[in-house]
């Protein structure tokens, strides 16, 4: 299940994101428990924060579902407002390997895509966070950029990334075409 998150989840998603080899790939950072309620309870934040839940109600990761709006020309701009989403995601490692991700993910395409109706899904990772982009191409999202030494990395290196996006019309076809997941 997805549901918005309240400040009730810190706790809950503390559990898992203070584990190094979770917050290993994580642009946020804290050194106590109060400074990541005080990060994770920031309404901009908490507004971009989709809980994910199993079957039984255990809470099983946060992912971010951010509207934004796409790049445009200033005298069109007002029609691109709000035309792109930005998507993340982090699961709590017990619960990795079973497809709970892409199960999340798919329905916050679909979400973006039927209910909000962006123009554009867009999302990001280290190259080196095999995970996240593996997740990614499950989802039939396409890679369009490799970006080089872009990004630097809280162990004191330049690392590069990967740029992923789906546009409607695509996300439209792959469903037709395959009936459901794209698998790649
Ligand atoms: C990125 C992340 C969410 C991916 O988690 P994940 O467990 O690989 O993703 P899923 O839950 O979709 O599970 C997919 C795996 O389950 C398997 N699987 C089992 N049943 C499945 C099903 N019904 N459907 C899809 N996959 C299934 C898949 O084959 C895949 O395993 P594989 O990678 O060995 O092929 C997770 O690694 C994570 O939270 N990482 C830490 C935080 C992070 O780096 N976030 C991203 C920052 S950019």
Redesign the pocket.
């Known amino acids: 299940m997805l549901r918005a998150a309240t400040c009730d989840d810190a706790e809950g998603t503390w559990a898992y994101r203070r584990l190094p080899d979770?917050n290993e790939?994580?642009t946020g950072t804290f050194d106590t428990y109060d400074d990541y309620v005080t990060q994770f309870t920031d309404p901009d934040r908490l507004a971009a924060t989709v809980i994910v839940e199993r079957h039984d109600a255990t809470l099983i990761g946060d992912f971010m579902l951010r509207r934004q709006d796409a790049w445009a020309q200033s005298d069109v701009a007002a029609r691109a407002a709000a035309q792109e989403v930005e998507l993340?995601?982090?699961?709590d490692p017990a619960h990795?390997?079973?497809?709970?991700?892409?199960e999340a993910v798919e329905e916050l395409l679909r979400h973006s895509f039927e209910e909000l109706c962006v123009h554009r899904v867009v999302a990001s990772?280290f190259t080196a966070?095999v995970?996240?982009w593996?997740?990614m191409e499950?989802l039939g999202m396409r890679r369009e950029a490799h970006t080089r030494r872009d990004a630097f990395h809280r162990s004191g290196q330049w690392l590069d990334s990967f740029g992923y996006a789906l546009l409607a019309d695509e996300w439209r076809r792959d469903r037709t075409d395959s009936g459901g997941l794209t698998s790649r």
Not at 88 to 91: A, D, E, K, R, S
Not at 96 to 102: D, E, K, P, S, V
């Open positions: 979770v790939w994580l993340g995601w982090v699961l990795a390997g079973h497809g709970y991700a892409t990772c966070n995970t996240s593996r997740l499950r």
